[in-house]
C-alpha cells in the first residue's frame, strides 16, 4: 500500500529543507557557545549542569558536552558547571553584542579521586549516569557503556535489568525482553538512536534485546515518564539505545576484547571478540567531522534440561477388584522431557558519521545492524497419560501407574536468524533565537526460520507413571518406553517461516527560549510521521504418510546427559534430516493440514502514526514547570485469511475454505501532560508527572485472521454441527492509561544517589484472549478464542534505590520495587530488585551482584492460575588492570545455578522446569584512553 504524507508533514519536509539551508555561516548575536571535558583531554561530558548564575539560565550539556545559551544581554556573567565526581567549576563570561563567545571548561576530579576516575571505569560510568538521570526533565534511569562492561551482561536486555524498576524475561537462560515496573514488555516503547524499533518476531511488539550486543551501546536510557515530545506508546516506559559516537571522547581512541566462556552443563567453550575505534577529524576552520566504529561477535554453545506438565482436576477410572469407579484429583495428562542443544551466535557492528560546523550547526548519520541466530535441535519425550487407564493394583502410595498409555518421541531441527538494521540521519541548528532538530528514520527487522523440520514417532499401549508433580516430576516406565524398536514415525512437518517487520519515520521538533516576566522559559513544537508494515508469512508442509514400517531405532543415538532423571536413548540430528532430505518426494502430503497451518497463520498489516504536539516550559525559581498536549493519529489496516475446516462424517469428506479477508481501522488520542521538577538545593531534587500514554494492540492479537472448524455427524437419526474457532481482532482498541509519578532524589557530596519514588498507573481498554462465542456474533459455535478488550488494570507501586562509592574503594548499590497490581495483568512481580557490593582500586576491581524477581502471573488454564516462580540469579566479576590500557577479567555467570521454574495453581505443581547451569568467562581488553 502506498501512503502520501499528510499536508502538515509535506510542509515538515520544506522546513527541514530550509534548515538544513540556514547554517550559522554568519555570527549569532549575543550567543554562549561551549564545550565541558577533563583536564586530560580524554572524555567530554553529558549531563554537566551549567548555569548563567546572575540570569539564573540552565542548560544541560549533550553528548559531545556542549551546550549553548542565545540571546543573552551583553555583559559579564558567571558561568557554573555541576557535575557528580568533579570539582564545580565556575569562571567569568564576556557577552559582546552581535558576537559568539566561545568557552571551553575543563573538569578536575574531587581531590580525593584519582585522576581518571571521571573519564574511566565503574565511577565513571555512574558519574556520567547519575548526572544526565539529575537533570533530564523527567524521571529517568541510564545505564552507560563503563558500567555495561563492569558486570557480566551479554546484550542491551541484561544490563537492564540492574536499574531501579527494571525485569527481564529470560529464554534459555539469556535476558530477552524487558519490562518496567511491572508492566508486560509489549507495552512499552523501544528505539534506537531516537528511531522506533520494529520487532523481529512474529506477531508482537515487544523487541527481543538479546539481538543487541551490549559492546556496540553507549548508553541505555529508560524515560519512566514522557513529556509530549516524546511517543505516547509508553505505558510502561520508553527505552532508548544509543551507539557510539566519535564526540563521546577528545580525539583518537580503540578498544579491543578477546574472551573464551565456558558453560558446565553442555561442557562447552565459547569464543567472543569485540573492537570499537573513533577519532575526529579537523576539515577546515571549526569544521570537524567524527568517525565512530564498532564490531562485535559472539558464539555461544550451551544447552538445557527441561520438564513440563501439562495438568489439571481429572476424571479418571480406577479399577478396583472386579469394579470401577471414578477418581478426581490433580494430575498430569501429559509429562514431557525436553534436552536442547543450542548454538547462539551474536554480530553486532556500527558506523556512525558526526559533522560538527563551529557547534551551532551538527548533521549526524546513525547506523547499527545486528544479526542474531540460534541453531536449536531438541529432543522431546511426551508422556500422555490421558487416554491410559489408572491402575490400583499396580499404584504405590508414591507412584501413579496407567495403562495403555502412549508415549512420543519427537524433534526440533531448528535453525532460527533475526536481524536488526536501524539507520538514523538528521541534524541540529541554531538559528537566531530558534533550535532545530530533525531526523529521518529507517529500520527493519526480520526473522527466518528456513527448512524447519518437526519428527514425531509413536509408540502406544504402554505402561507408564509418575510419582510426583514437583519441581521435577519423578517418572516411571516399563522398558519397552525405551526401546526404540516401538516408536513409528507418525508425522513430520516442514516448515519454512518470514516474519518482516519495517519502518520509515520522519521528525521534527522546534524551540525557542523566552523570558516572560523575567521567568526563563521555552517553547517546542514539532510533529513526527512513522509508517510501519508487519508481514507473517508462514509455509508449513504436513506429511502424515509414506514411510511405512520406519521406526525411531534407525535414528537411534547415545543416551542423551540429562540431569532431570533417565531420558532414553537419543536420536540423530544429521540421520533424521539426511532421511528427510532423500525420501520427502515418496511422502503422503496432507493439504488440508498444511493449507490450515500456512494460510490461517499469515497476515499482513499496515500501521501508520501521525503526531503533532506541543509543548511549555517554564523556570520559577527553583521550579521547572513542563506542560503540554501531543495528538496521535492512527490508521491501521491488516489483511489475511478466513480459513475453515468443513468436515462431513455422514458423507466422509473433508475440506477447506479459504477466504481473503481485510479490514481498516483508525483512532486518535489528545494526551494531555504536566511535569514538575523543583530543585530544594543542588543535591535534593523532587519531581512530579501526570501522563496519559498508550500502547496499540500486538500485531497477532489484532491480525485478520480466522482458524475455524465445523464436524457434522449423525447419532441415533440426529444429526449435529459442532463448530468452534480461534480469530483475531481487528477492532480492537489500544491501552490508555493514566500516570501519576513522584520521585524524591538527593545527590550526596560523591558519586551516589538515594532516591525514592511512588507511581499509579490505571489502564483501560485490557487486551486479554476469552470465550466470544456469546457474544452475538458466532452463532451455532461451541466455542471461539479472541481477544478482546476487557475492563480497567490497576497497578501502584513504590520504587527505592541506594547507591554510594566510597573513599576506600568500596561500593554498594542496592533497588527495589515494591507493586500492588491487579490480579489479571500477566508477567507482573511484586518485587524487584537488585543488590551490588564492589570493591575499585588502580589495580582490581570486583563486584558481586544479585538480581532479584518475586513470583508473577503468566495466564489461567485448565481452571488454574500458572505462576513463574520467584528467580534470584548471582553473578561475579573480577577484573585486574595490567596498565591503564590493558585489564584481564574474569566472569562467572548464574553462581547458584538458578533454574526457571513455572507451577500450575500450588507450587508443588510442576508446569514447566529448565535448568541451564553456570558458566564462566575469562577475557582481556585493551584500549586507548
Known amino acids: 500500500m502506498k501512503h502520501t504524507l499528510p499536508l502538515p508533514f509535506s510542509k515538515a519536509f520544506t522546513a527541514m529543507t530550509l534548515a538544513l539551508g540556514m547554517t550559522a555561516s554568519g555570527v549569532q548575536a549575543n550567543t554562549l557557545q561551549g564545550q565541558i571535558g577533563d583536564t586530560q583531554n580524554k572524555a567530554l561530558f553529558e549531563g554537566a549542569q551549567v548555569s548563567l548564575v546572575e540570569l539564573n539560565k540552565h542548560a544541560s550539556s549533550n553528548r559531545d558536552g556542549s551546550f549553548v545559551f542565545t540571546k543573552i544581554p551583553a555583559g559579564s556573567y558567571t558561568l557554573k558547571v555541576r557535575y557528580i565526581g568533579a570539582q564545580p567549576n565556575e569562571q567569568l563570561v564576556e557577552i ?5 563567545t566561545q568557552v571551553k571548561v575543563q573538569l578536575k576530579p574531587i581531590e580525593s579521586e584519582v585522576d581518571n576516575i571521571i573519564v574511566v571505569g ?59 515496573r511491572g508492566i508486560d514488555p509489549g507495552l512499552n516503547n523501544v528505539s534506537i538512536n531516537g528511531a522506533n524499533v520494529p520487532s523481529p518476531e512474529a506477531g508482537i511488539r515487544s523487541v527481543a534485546m538479546d539481538v543487541i550486543p551490549s559492546e556496540i551501546i553507549q548508553s541505555l536510557e529508560v524515560s519512566k515518564t514522557v513529556t509530549p515530545d516524546m511517543d505516547a506508546s509508553a505505558i510502561g516506559g520508553s527505552i532508548n539505545v544509543k551507539s557510539l559516537s566519535a564526540f563521546d571522547r577528545q580525539g583518537q581512541s580503540y578498544s579491543f576484547t578477546a574472551q573464551g566462556s565456558y558453560n558446565e552443563q553442555v561442557d562447552k567453550t565459547s569464543p567472543k571478540l569485540s573492537a570499537s575505534f573513533s577519532d575526529i577529524f579537523d576539515i577546515s576552520g571549526q569544521t570537524q567531522l567524527g568517525i565512530a ?75 547499527l545492524y545486528s544479526e542474531f541466530s540460534d541453531d536449536e535441535f531438541r529432543l522431546r519425550n511426551e508422556y500422555k497419560y490421558d487416554k491410559g487407564k489408572y491402575l490400583s493394583e499396580q499404584s504405590t502410595d508414591t507412584t501413579a501407574y496407567f495403562t495403555d498409555a502412549e508415549m512420543d ?96 519515520s520522519f521528525k521534527l521538533d522546534i524551540s525557542k527560549d523566552l523570558i516572560l516576566q523575567g521567568h526563563n522559559a521555552q517553547i517546542k513544537f514539532g510533529l513526527k510521521y512513522n509508517d510501519r508494515e508487519k ?214 557530596g560523591k558519586i551516589g544517589i538515594i532516591s525514592a519514588g511512588v507511581f499509579h498507573k490505571n489502564i483501560d481498554n485490557f487486551i486479554a484472549k476469552r470465550q466470544v462465542q456469546e457474544n452475538g456474533s458466532w452463532d451455532g459455535f461451541e466455542e471461539v478464542i479472541q481477544s478482546v478488550n476487557g475492563g480497567e488494570a490497576e497497578l501502584s507501586g513504590v520504587e527505592l534505590a541506594y547507591s554510594k562509592n566510597f573513599d576506600s574503594g568500596f561500593m554498594f548499590s542496592a533497588n527495589g520495587t515494591f507493586i500492588d497490581a491487579d490480579d489479571n495483568l500477566p508477567n507482573q512481580s511484586d518485587t524487584v530488585a537488585n543488590i551490588m557490593f564492589g570493591y575499585e582500586n588502580s589495580k582490581v576491581s570486583a563486584r558481586l551482584s544479585t538480581s532479584f524477581k518475586s513470583k508473577a502471573y503468566i495466564m489461567t488454564e485448565n481452571d488454574a492460575r500458572v505462576y513463574q516462580d520467584t528467580h534470584n540469579q548471582v553473578d561475579l566479576s573480577l577484573k585486574y588492570y595490567l596498565n591503564e590500557q590493558t585489564q584481564f577479567y574474569f566472569n562467572a555467570v548464574n553462581l547458584t545455578d538458578e533454574p526457571f521454574y513455572v507451577y500450575h495453581g500450588e507450587k508443588r505443581f510442576n508446569y514447566q522446569y529448565e535448568s541451564y547451569g553456570r558458566s564462566f568467562e575469562l577475557g582481556m581488553t585493551f584500549t586507548s584512553f
Open 96 to 100: 559582546r553584542d552581535n558576537q559568539t
Open 122 to 180: 565503574q565511577r565513571a560510568g555512574q558519574a556520567g549516569a547519575f548526572n544526565r538521570q539529575k537533570n533530564a526533565n523527567g524521571i529517568m534511569a541510564i545505564v552507560s557503556a563503563d558500567s555495561i562492561g563492569q558486570l557480566p551482561d551479554q546484550n542491551a536486555a541484561e544490563a537492564l535489568q540492574r536499574l531501579p524498576g527494571m525485569f527481564i524475561q529470560r529464554d534459555q537462560g539469556e535476558g530477552r525482553f524487558v519490562g518496567i
Open 293 to 367: 566504529t564498532a564490531v562485535s561477535w559472539f558464539e555461544r554453545e550451551f544447552g538445557s534440561h527441561n520438564m513440563e506438565t501439562d495438568g489439571g482436576w481429572m476424571a479418571l477410572e480406577q479399577e478396583s477388584g472386579d469394579t470401577t469407579e471414578d477418581v478426581s484429583f490433580f494430575g498430569a495428562e501429559e509429562i514431557e522431557q525436553r534436552h536442547y542443544q543450542v548454538t547462539r551466535e551474536r554480530l553486532g557492528a556500527a558506523l556512525n558519521l558526526d559533522l560538527h560546523q563551529g557547534g551551532l550547526n551538527k548533521y549526524y548519520l546513525r547506523t
Open 409 to 504: 518421541r519427537d524433534t526440533k531441527d531448528r535453525y532460527e536468524e533475526q536481524s536488526i538494521l536501524s539507520v538514523v540521519a538528521g541534524g541540529k541548528h541554531v538559528i537566531q533565537s530558534w533550535f532545530v532538530e530533525y531526523n529521518l528514520g529507517y529500520s527493519k527487522s526480520d526473522e527466518v526460520e528456513p527448512n524447519r523440520l518437526d519428527v514425531d514417532f509413536v509408540a502406544e499401549e504402554l505402561l507408564l507413571g509418575y510419582a510426583s508433580l514437583g519441581d521435577t516430576p519423578a517418572l516411571s516406565r516399563s522398558d519397552a518406553a525405551h526401546d526404540l524398536t516401538n516408536f513409528a514415525m507418525d508425522e513430520i512437518v516442514s516448515e519454512n517461516n518470514l516474519s518482516e517487520d519495517e519502518a520509515t
Open 535 to 748: 508481514l507473517n508469512l508462514v509455509k508449513t508442509v504436513v506429511y502424515d504418510g509414506g514411510f511405512d514400517d520406519v521406526t525411531a531405532n534407525q535414528f537411534a543415538s547415545n543416551e542423551p546427559s540429562f540431569e532431570l532423571g533417565q531420558f532414553g536413548p537419543g536420536l540423530s540430528r544429521q540421520g533424521i534430516r539426511g532421511f528427510f532430505d532423500a525420501n520427502n518426494a515418496t511422502f503422503n502430503a496432507n493439504e488440508l493440514e498444511s493449507d490450515i497451518e500456512s494460510k490461517g497463520k499469515s497476515y499482513t498489516s499496515q500501521e501508520t502514526v501521525s503526531a503533532l504536539y506541543g509543548m511549555f516550559s517554564i523556570d520559577i525559581g527553583n521550579l521547572n514547570i513542563i506542560t503540554g498536549l501531543r495528538y496521535e493519529d492512527t490508521d491501521y489496516e491488516t489483511s489475511g485469511s478466513r480459513v475453515e475446516l468443513i468436515k462431513n462424517d455422514i458423507e466422509d469428506s473433508e475440506r477447506v475454505a479459504i477466504t481473503p479477508w481485510q479490514v481498516s481501522k483508525g483512532y486518535d488520542h489528545l494526551l494531555p501532560n504536566l511535569t514538575l521538577r523543583y530543585a530544594h538545593s543542588d543535591s535534593l531534587i523532587t519531581r512530579f508527572a501526570y501522563t496519559q500514554t498508550i500502547a496499540r494492540p500486538s500485531f497477532g492479537d489484532a491480525a485478520a485472521f480466522q482458524l475455524l472448524e465445523s464436524e457434522t455427524s449423525v447419532e441415533d437419526d440426529v444429526v449435529t454441527v459442532e463448530r468452534k474457532g480461534e480469530v483475531g481482532n481487528p477492532d480492537l482498541n489500544p491501552y490508555e492509561s493514566a500516570n501519576v509519578d513522584l520521585s524524591i532524589e538527593y545527590y550526596p
